[in-house]
Nanobody, 123 residues
Framework: QVQLVESGGGLVQAGGSLRLSCAAS????????MGWFRQAPGKEREIVAA????????YSVDSVKGRFTISRDNAKSTMYLQMNSLEPEDTAVYYC????????????????WGQGTQVTVSS
């Protein structure tokens, strides 16, 4: 089992920044590819960004490219999402997820999920 705990969400004005963290425990962190997903009210859960086991490869959805940066520190068993130039459309619950044998954008490929952290961007 892998336990994931997100933190860093909150209320921010448009144009502001937040840094989300996802702390993992229970298994060797570097054995898992990781991802950030988000779900807004009435919408399906969608990929935001993903990072490979070593961190050498990353993916991000077009809507956040140039604004969000995913990273990980395997020594600290923690993944991050630096979010800059936030827009009201980024308002959602953000989830981190871990995948033992998958790296990509499909939620079904991930084995473990955190409880989520709310990000609200006011206009």
């Amino acid at each position: 089992q892998v336990q994931l705990v997100e933190s860093g969400g909150g209320l921010v004005q448009a144009g502001g920044s937040l840094r989300l963290s996802c702390a993992a425990s229970g298994r060797t962190f570097s054995n898992y590819a990781m991802g950030w997903f988000r779900q807004a009210p009435g919408k399906e859960r969608e990929i935001v960004a993903a990072i490979s086991w070593s961190g050498e490869s990353t993916y991000s959805v077009d809507s956040v490219k140039g604004r969000f940066t995913i990273s990980r520190d395997n020594a600290k068993s923690t993944m991050y999402l630096q979010m800059n130039s936030l827009e009201p459309e980024d308002t959602a619950v953000y989830y981190c997820a871990a995948a033992r044998s998958y790296y990509g954008s499909y939620p079904n490929g991930y084995d473990y999920w955190g409880q989520g952290t709310q990000v609200t961007v006011s206009s």
